[in-house]
């Protein structure tokens, strides 16, 4: 049996092109492994080669129509029998991607495929019932661990060997249920788990409860004339200086700066610090994230009744569901106090 | 956030380019925004027409508070 085929799919940066500048990169191809290719044939040894690297700019892959098309129609046309997306760690566009190559090569093609990212990326709890995804950890400080990751699970799918469990293998838990016999019963290991919650010891929930729950929509506005709207961005929006300090990542808090005398964000006096993408745009015209000239011009229209006089921020990058959660429950409070009868939202 | 503001019955007009994620999330009104880097602008358009086209972006989330939907929405 000749020696597997495998295309590794890797972003612009990691392809060596550039960083958030070159986001907008169409798909390319090098040939053999490039970038962290190179690490992942020599986890492979002489069991598999990567005859090709073939990427793509994470806005181009996100943004364009057809996009994904041609990124698997450079792959098929390297006849791979594996394909390698990643790792993404904790970069959503990215870990996006990964997961639909995958998905897409694994359908259309027939082929094995593997990525790996971060839990809490996005593209994790979407793909992870599709394609095997590596657990990494959060940064490119874990590709070393990631590719090893990737590299077995690879050999493992494509050989048809059974795999473990998600612990044991490392990869996130793709929902699928293998019955086996416990030594102990149900009951028994309830038991236990409750009394060691009980006794504050440490223990392991077998199922963690997940976190996606669907929500009832509000009911909808009926007089918008009369409404209050408040304006809220995960964009990283802060006045120039960041003088309370946003994260750029990771965020601990939210801020509410006052507009209620504001026409307008001027790239003077604001910009963005969202760490995700680049902010080039955004600080030349902070109102193509917080999109303020717009809403008062449409407020003095008399479209809706009144813009709530502050404007809520914080960076959305990376943060945590729990984490987001909170911010909106706190924001909540003044949203209430105030009566607002409505939101508009913005992120990337 | 978008899911916690509609939780307390506030409706919530949530604009952004990765508006499939924002489907799989959750997220009920969905307006799909321009791009990554400019969620609401056009730069490639004269300043004038960019502040047209982000008038009418708004104006259609204004639309989508005053929509009523059954569930998860993508509003073109």
Redesign the interface.
Known sequence: MSTPRVVHYLNQFFAGIGAEAEADTPPGRKEGAAGPAIALQQALGDRARVVATVYCGDNYAVEREGALDEILALIAREQPDIVVAGPAFAAGRYGLTCGEVCARAQAQLGVTAVSGMHPNNPGADLYRTKVYLARTRDSALGMGEAIQAMARLALKLHAGERLGSPQAEGYLPTGQRTPYFAERTAAQRAVDMLLRKAHGEAYTTEWPVPEYHRVDPAPPIRDLSRARVAIVSSGGVVPRGNPDRLEAAYATKWLKYPIADLETLSPEQWQSVHGGFDTTNINQDPNRMVPLDALRALEKEGKFGALHDQLYTTTGNTAPIPTMRRFAQEILRDLQDAEVAGVVLTSA | ??????????????????DS?AQ???A??IIP?K???????D?TLPPED??QY??A???K??EA?????????ILR
């Open positions: 956030m978008a899911k916690e503001f509609e939780a307390a019955g506030i409706p919530v007009a949530y604009i952004t380019t990765l994620l799989s999330v959750g009920n009104r925004g791009a990554i880097v400019n969620v609401t602008g730069p960019e502040r982000r008038k972006l708004i104006a989330a204004l508070l005053t929509t009523p939907v059954e569930g998860v929405t």
